[in-house]
């Protein structure tokens, strides 16, 4: 399979009255349709890397190449259509817009696409909210949820453009053990039908080792890279 | 349109803030148009009262000898430029009237009647009585009809500054608006007055009103080309008015200060608040950023707010303006129980308002779009 994202050398500092140095010359590749893991202790550089990854942080040196495209000769607007195109995000917090209702969320990426929400988008909406089984409440407003319905709805809204890359920041960190073995399963499933490449940051190793890669950052560098 | 559907989202979302902000807008819009107007109409009815009703150039004798000879021709030439909107030939001369031992200083204007009409609308003035006068048969003002306690019918003595006493029926009561004018002018027929005076076919001035009555002094130049005759005197309303001019327009020009101070305002608050929702929102519109909406669409976001608050407060302020400066027109009396100020409403100046005041308040927006040109969305997702 084809490298989707490679990251090569990639240091990142960030300046203040002391310089600190984050990641130190990250060598990292994912292949499409890989389902992997990063994991490391709190101030690793875990979400700095997977921030990277997502374009939203730009590293200091080195270089990154998503879907075969050097990011660093893309302007901020090719970026933002990249963004848009290629990557679904999920955190720790759910990010909803409080203005629109759960559908208006899920639908965003289309409509920042510019794409035309017809009956098929609209259709595929809906099977999201079926598959994270929050059919019954895509009508709410996104303020009137529970936590784990509005962590799903996120989840819908990342994979409504049908990323190639899917990239979780600690997605279950807010979420009781039954929601949490809920969207793994729901991760899983999306990999294995739809061949997206999914890299999930967490700190926990049970998540982790529920991937078929582990990679661990330590202290700004890789210290293991497991493939199981 | 996202940026518009997100802007109407996000205004909704903060009624209280969205209702404020609308409401300031609105209220300086009003005062604005409300100041604008009521300026303009005082305005309009000082120049009205001042020059409209009364002639706005004069052409009289520049010699010794007060009086025109064949003044027919020059009436002609005049009416040839076709620089005039009417023309009335004038006989007149002072006289006097005694009542109860008191003496009324007049001065006896001889006009045709239709003509004089055209300059000084007496068919509106005239109160009471009619507007036709024959050989012996004159119109008085209100003023001194007042006070020489006299009603249509009744005869009013003049005599002439030869001691020559004649007895008219007075025919009409008029009001012109100006209570000098209202307490000395009689009007008569031309001939008799020409009699009077010893005159015959003799007038002393010929009034002329303008279709622009800011244009008088420029009329008054072209025809003193076109009569070239250093025998005749023009003259003109402004060059006679000169201090009424520096006041009316001492007045526009503190009228455009107060708008000016006004638009300012509205910038200065509409910015603030602006600014203040890119903050509120920030986090919003950090991850529409990860989500790759471009940077010119999430700074659209806040100019669309300006507009719509714009659009909508200025809207409100038009209506509330001119709801005012009816209830200033309902609530204000003169001594005649009429409206001290004759209310024109300007549409031309109510349109350029409403269309500084949106551009005003996009502006506004512009100003706040472009903090959040400046927003990085991986500051949000740090944020948490």
Redesign the interface.
Known sequence: MANVVDLRNVDKSYRGAVDTRVLFGINLAFEQGSFNSIVGESGSGKSTLL?II?T??RPTSGELWLEGRATSLLN??KM??????SIG?V???H?L????SAMDNVL??Q????RRVDHSVRKRAEELFDLMGIARVRNNMANKMSGGQQQRTAIA?ALMNNPRIFLADEPTGNLDSENTAVIYRIFRDVNRQFGTTFIIVTHDRRIAEQTDRIVEIKDGRIVMDLLR | MLPLRIAVRFLCSNPWQTALITSGMAVAVSIQVFVGLLIGSLQSSLVDSTVRNSPQVTISSGTSVPSIYAWDRIIGIVQRTGLSAAVSPVTAGSAVTIKDEKTYPLILKGVHIAEADRIYRLREAVYAGELYVGSREVLIGRELAAELQSRVGDRLNIILPNGNETIFTIIGLYDLGTAAVNKTWVIANMRTVQQLLGLQGRITSIELSVPDVFAADIVAGDLARELNNSELKIDNWKDQNKELLGALRSQGISSTIIQVVIIFSVIIAISSVLAITVLQKSRQIGILKAMGIKDLSASLIFVLEGLLVGLTGSLLGVGLGLGLLYAFDSFSSGPNGGSTIKISIDYGFIIISWAIAVAASTLAGLIAARRSLKLNPIDVIREG
């Open positions: 921030n997502g939203l942080d901020a607007d933002a259509e990249l963004r848009n195109r995000f955190f720790q917090s990010y817009l409080p203005e629109f965003m990426p409509l920042i696409g510019n809204r």
